[in-house]
């Protein structure tokens, strides 16, 4: 789950992060009256959605004048940002964010992730914060370093020492940078961060340190852990497909092929959507409906891949230890008459029941193309989908 940046302020704020005055506003009015609050003489005005790249596509603007922060936050609210991080669509800025401005000595870049490959948390900095830090990785990568941290024995002085070494912070500069870096750390691990992201941080004038920009996402399997971090959740900024199949407990990612994936289990779902790839078709979505769906669960996600406009057919892929294949069947052949299934549709059935399955769908007159295994399931579907076009 991700949260807005003036969200993730407020909760870092909690554990001793430096960040700077400011206040949300849903209108221009709201804006001005934020400012007022702040004193000024300068403002920054932030399109709030959850993307980055809103500096570079004209969502942060630094104003002098209250008339400045008005003319902006009409600007920015209700207009449709695009970055490099929403796709061509964009998304609606629906609030801005007016913060203190900010004498910026120095910018720079911190991130705190788990590094799934060793099982420990990584802090990764590097002297090259601001709008390029992509550029920064794609093209001078040597310039970003990582501190790895054991869980075991947490952090430690020497990782907040070797953050502000790498750097090149000294003094006053270098205590501020250790500080800070403990309190994002301590944030992370009390909240159940995913990632945390500050870009930039920056060295001020004064030789404090600021966090000035902030990105925060959680573990979703700990939400229930944290429900004052729940609240948080901004659905408008979710895919609406994405919303509707976690009611159902149905795990679901858009992705932006034309091939409809519905599968029990994370690791089949992963193989079912490689498979499509090396045949030559690219999938729409990552679907595992789970292990003990009912029927009203299949046919949901039936109708939940279908919603996909992109999609041109479907591919289902059962394998049924704990899930029954007549269930699935009987879920698929529902969900196909219910909305009047107009794409290919391939089913591979394996395990529980595999037979009383294919009996239920061979009954049900609609053109469900039955495959034999994974490899025959994938081939058939590429070329249903394409012979369709």
């Known amino acids: 789950?991700?949260?807005?940046?003036?969200?993730?302020?407020?909760?870092?704020?909690?554990?001793?992060?430096?960040v700077l005055e400011g206040g949300v506003a849903y209108t221009a009015a709201e804006a001005v009256d934020a400012a007022k609050k702040l004193g000024g003489p300068v403002w920054v005005v932030k399109a709030q959605i959850h993307a980055g790249g809103r500096g570079k596509a004209g969502g942060v603007k630094v104003v002098k004048s209250l008339e400045?922060?008005?003319?902006?936050?009409?600007?920015?609210?209700?207009?449709?940002?695009?970055?490099?991080?929403?796709?061509?669509?964009?998304?609606?800025?629906?609030?801005?964010?007016?913060?203190?401005?900010?004498?910026?000595?120095?910018?720079?870049?911190?991130?705190?992730?788990?590094?799934?490959?060793?099982?420990?948390?990584?802090?990764?900095?590097?002297?090259?914060?601001?709008?390029?830090?992509?550029?920064?990785?794609?093209?001078?990568?040597?310039?970003?370093?990582?501190?790895t941290i054991d869980p075991a024995t947490g952090l430690q002085g020497h990782?907040?020492?070797?953050?502000?070494?790498?750097?090149?912070?000294?003094?006053?500069?270098?205590?501020?940078?250790?500080?800070?870096?403990a309190s994002l750390y301590t944030a992370y691990i009390a909240k159940d961060a995913a990632m945390l992201e500050i870009n930039p941080l920056v060295l001020t004038e004064d030789d404090e340190m600021v966090v000035l920009d902030a990105k925060m996402s959680f573990d979703g399997n700990a939400l229930f852990r944290h429900p004052k971090v729940r609240e948080l959740r901004d659905e408008s900024e979710e895919d609406p497909k994405e919303i509707e199949a976690s009611k159902y407990e149905l795990k679901y990612?858009?992705?932006?092929?034309?091939?409809?994936?519905?599968?029990?289990?994370?690791?089949?779902?992963?193989?079912?959507?490689?498979?499509?790839?090396?045949?030559?078709?690219?999938?729409?979505?990552?679907?595992?409906?789970?292990?003990?769906?009912?029927?009203?669960?299949?046919?949901?996600?039936?109708?939940?891949?279908?919603?996909?406009?992109?999609?041109?057919?479907?591919?289902?892929?059962?394998?049924?230890?704990?899930?029954?294949?007549?269930?699935?069947?009987?879920?698929?052949?529902?969900?196909?008459?219910?909305?009047?299934?107009?794409?290919?549709?391939?089913?591979?059935?394996?395990g529980t029941n595999v037979e009383l399955g294919k009996q239920i769908m061979a009954d049900s007159g609609l053109p469900i193309i039955s495959?034999?295994?994974?490899?025959?399931?994938?081939?058939?579907?590429?070329k249903a989908v394409k012979e369709a076009a």
């Open 159 to 181: 990782h907040c020492r070797a953050v502000a070494f790498g750097l090149k912070l000294e003094g006053s500069a270098a205590k501020a940078c250790q500080k800070v870096v």
């Open 68 to 147: 400045d922060v008005e003319a902006v936050a009409k600007e920015l609210i209700g207009k449709t940002l695009v970055t490099h991080q929403t796709g061509p669509e964009g998304k609606e800025i629906k609030r801005v964010y007016v913060e203190d401005g900010c004498a910026i000595k120095s910018e720079y870049y911190l991130a705190l992730l788990l590094d799934r490959a060793s099982g420990k948390i990584t802090i990764m900095a590097s002297t090259e914060g601001g709008m390029d830090i992509e550029e920064v990785a794609e093209n001078t990568p040597e310039k970003i370093f990582n501190v």
């Open 253 to 350: 990612i858009s992705l932006d092929g034309s091939i409809g994936c519905m599968v029990n289990g994370a690791g089949l779902a992963m193989a079912t959507m490689d498979i499509i790839q090396l045949k030559g078709g690219s999938p729409a979505n990552f679907l595992d409906v789970g292990g003990g769906a009912t029927r009203e669960r299949v046919t949901e996600a039936f109708k939940i891949i279908l919603s996909d406009d992109n999609v041109e057919g479907i591919l289902v892929n059962i394998f049924g230890g704990i899930m029954r294949c007549d269930v699935i069947a009987e879920g698929v052949v529902a969900a196909a008459r219910e909305v009047s299934l107009s794409v290919p549709l391939v089913v591979r059935l394996e």
């Open 371 to 382: 495959a034999d295994d994974l490899n025959d399931a994938a081939e058939k579907i590429v």
């Open 1 to 18: 789950m991700n949260i807005h940046e003036y969200q993730a302020k407020s909760l870092l704020k909690e554990f001793g992060a430096p």
